[in-house]
C-alpha cells in the first residue's frame, strides 16, 4: 500500500523537489501540494491522507496553527519540514504532536527517513535538529496531543465553543480536556491554566 502524502509548503522549489524526491519510492503517493495553511483542514476531511510534510512559516498563517488543528481534531501524522531557525517554535510544534522535524538545508533521505519513522509510530527529529534542540529541557508535565491543541486554542482566548468547532469533537469532550488540563498542572480555575502552562514551559 502507498502512503498518501500532503505537502504544506508555499515555496514552488520545496514543492517540485518532494515531488521529485518521492517519485522514486514505491511506498509513498502525493496526493496534494498547497502553498496555503488556512485549505489544510478542509483538504484532510475530503479525502484520506496518512501524512502531511509541513512547513512552519507559511504566509497566511502560523505553521503551529495548521498542526493544532488537524493533530488535535484527526490526530494526523505531521512531518515538520522547514528552513526555521526559531528553534522555540519547533519546540512548540514537537509538544502539539508533530511526529517528525527535519531542516530544509538537510539531505533528502533525511526526509524519507522521518517519514517512514513517523508512519511506525515513532517520533524522529534529524541529527541537526536534535543537535540545536538540545537546549530546550522536556517539561515536567505530559499533555497529549489534543490536550496541547487545547491549551493552544485556550492561549488565544477561545472558547468552548468556538475550540469544539476548530477540532471538530463535542463541548462536552473540550469541558472534559479543560478539567485534565487543571488536574495535570495543578490548578483550581481555567484561568489559570495558561499561567501554569507557561511557566512550565509547555507554550
Avoid at 505531521?78 to 528553534?87: F, K, P, Q, R
Avoid at 517528525?100 to 511506525?120: D, S
Avoid at 487545547?150 to 472534559?176: C, D, M, W
Amino acid at each position: 500500500m502507498r502512503h498518501r502524502i500532503l505537502i504544506v509548503d508555499d515555496h514552488p522549489i520545496t514543492q517540485s523537489g518532494l515531488r521529485l524526491l518521492f517519485a522514486g519510492h514505491e511506498r509513498f503517493a502525493i496526493v496534494g501540494a498547497l502553498d496555503r495553511g488556512a485549505t489544510v483542514g478542509a483538504f484532510v476531511q475530503s479525502q484520506p491522507v496518512d501524512l502531511v510534510i509541513l512547513d512552519l512559516n507559511m504566509p497566511d498563517v502560523r505553521g503551529v496553527n495548521v498542526l493544532a488543528e488537524i493533530v488535535g481534531s484527526r490526530d494526523m501524522t505531521v512531518i515538520i519540514l522547514t528552513g526555521e531557525s526559531h528553534y522555540g517554535e519547533i519546540d512548540y510544534a514537537l509538544k502539539l504532536g508533530a511526529r517528525a522535524v527535519v531542516g530544509k538545508a538537510e539531505p533528502p533521505e533525511e526526509i524519507i527517513a522521518a517519514c517512514e519513522a513517523a508512519l511506525a509510530g515513532e517520533v524522529y527529529i534529524s541529527p541537526a535538529m536534535a543537535e540545536a534542540l538540545g537546549r530546550y529541557r522536556q517539561p515536567p508535565v505530559s499533555l497529549s496531543s489534543r490536550q496541547m491543541a487545547i491549551l493552544h486554542y485556550l492561549v488565544q482566548g477561545e472558547s468552548n465553543k468556538e475550540i469544539a468547532y476548530r477540532l471538530s469533537i463535542a463541548q462536552p469532550t473540550v469541558s472534559f480536556h479543560i478539567a485534565e488540563l487543571r488536574r495535570k498542572l495543578e490548578v483550581n480555575n481555567n484561568r489559570k491554566i495558561v499561567d501554569r502552562a507557561q511557566e512550565l514551559g509547555l507554550l
